[in-house]
T-cell receptor
Framework: SQKIEQNSEALNIQEGKTATLTCNYTNYSPAYLQWYRQDPGRGPVFLLLIRENEKEKRKERLKVTFDTTLKQSLFHITASQPADSATYLCALYSSASKIIFGSGTRLSIRP | SQTIHQWPATLVQPVGSPLSLECTVEGTSNPNLYWYRQAAGRGLQLLFYSVGIGQISSEVPQNLSASRPQDRQFILSSKKLLLSDSGFYLC???????????FGPGTRLTVL
């Protein structure tokens, strides 16, 4: 069956360190994969998209990698700050306009 | 610019009562529209999506239904709510190539 999994439910790291979140999928061949940020009580907000023919994409302190052989995406936040604390969701374009989300990783950055 | 509205923001309903949640999008035409539900501390579960007026794809068989009476309006309904229908309901839209989803503010539904 098709699955999209974010391995950690929660991740706690020290301010200034790099946070690395993982997203794995099975039985999909997505044309692209996305990462979103969600704050409590709010809808998710789009952060980055990476296509199947791209290995890496960056935006300010954010970096996303996409390995279609491993069926995995890694999401990095460098020089993390307490304001980066949120839930991060990966999502992939399945087919026919359908977008499927992982369960999310709750990231906490302690000062 | 595009905006997406959802209402109501919060709703408390008794078991067995009907439900109607509305979502409208402004500033774009022919969007793909989506309804998701999020249980507390969980990920987003895709409920319905629509690529055009009157076209609804259902992902999860349950007592909910969706309709798209106009291009930029998407409605989530139920004839009789269950306790398990409680959750955070999110509407979203994308352009035709579906490369970015934009979410509404959500409706917090509590069924008692």
């Amino acid at each position: 069956s098709q699955k999209i999994e974010q391995n950690s439910e929660a991740l706690n790291i020290q301010e200034g360190k790099t946070a690395t979140l993982t997203c794995n999928y099975t039985n999909y061949s997505p044309a692209y994969l996305q990462w979103y940020r969600q704050d409590p009580g709010r809808g998710p907000v789009f952060l980055l998209l990476i296509r199947e023919n791209e290995k890496e994409k960056r935006k300010e302190r954010l970096k996303v990698t996409f390995d279609t052989t491993l069926k995995q995406s890694l999401f990095h936040i460098t020089a993390s700050q307490p304001a980066d604390s949120a839930t991060y969701l990966c999502a992939l374009y399945s087919s026919a306009s359908k977008i499927i989300f992982g369960s999310g990783t709750r990231l906490s950055i302690r000062p | 610019s595009q905006t997406i509205h959802q209402w109501p923001a919060t709703l408390v309903q008794p078991v067995g009562s009907p439900l109607s949640l509305e979502c409208t999008v402004e500033g774009t035409s022919n969007p793909n529209l989506y309804w998701y539900r999020q249980a507390a501390g969980r990920g987003l579960q895709l409920l319905f999506y629509s690529v055009g007026i009157g076209q609804i794809s259902s992902e999860v068989p349950q007592n909910l239904s969706a309709s798209r009476p106009q291009d930029r309006q998407f409605i989530l309904s139920s004839k009789k709510l269950l306790l398990s229908d409680s959750g955070f309901y999110l509407c979203a839209w994308t352009s035709g190539n579906a490369d970015t989803q934009y979410f509404g503010p959500g409706t917090r539904l509590t069924v008692l």
